[in-house]
């Protein structure tokens, strides 16, 4: 069968210049979809200056993939880091948008390699 192809809009972007990191961490909420534009500005004017603060980060981006479904993609010098960043998340979303996001997200942590195999 033919994938699914998902179509979405960066919506935040942070990076630290020169830092490529090498694990990396994908986030996908599903939310009223109402709900999307208030937590894209909260999650940029509170959570996005503290995860790109956090030891080891590389980047950090949220991007609307439509029909209330949001993913959020970071990236850490190490797993250790990347580890703590998702706890970090966690604590922060319940803290601050728990009314808006009720349900956990679904969390995919990975190493990031800058090769293609063939």
Known sequence: ???????GTVRIR????GVIGA???LRVFRVDPASVDEIVKRVEAGF?????AA????????????N???ASTSSFLTQAQADASVSLAADWVKKN????????????????TTS???
């Open 1 to 7: 069968a033919a994938p699914t192809i998902i179509e």
């Open 14 to 17: 942070k990076s630290t210049a």
């Open 23 to 25: 694990w990396g961490v």
């Open 48 to 52: 996005a200056p503290i995860i790109s």
């Open 55 to 66: 030891p080891g980060f590389a980047r950090y981006s949220t991007i609307d993939l439509g």
């Open 68 to 70: 209330g479904m949001i």
């Open 97 to 112: 948008l728990g009314a808006l996001i009720p349900n956990p997200p679904e969390v995919t942590s990975m190493p990031i």
């Open 116 to 118: 293609w195999s063939k």
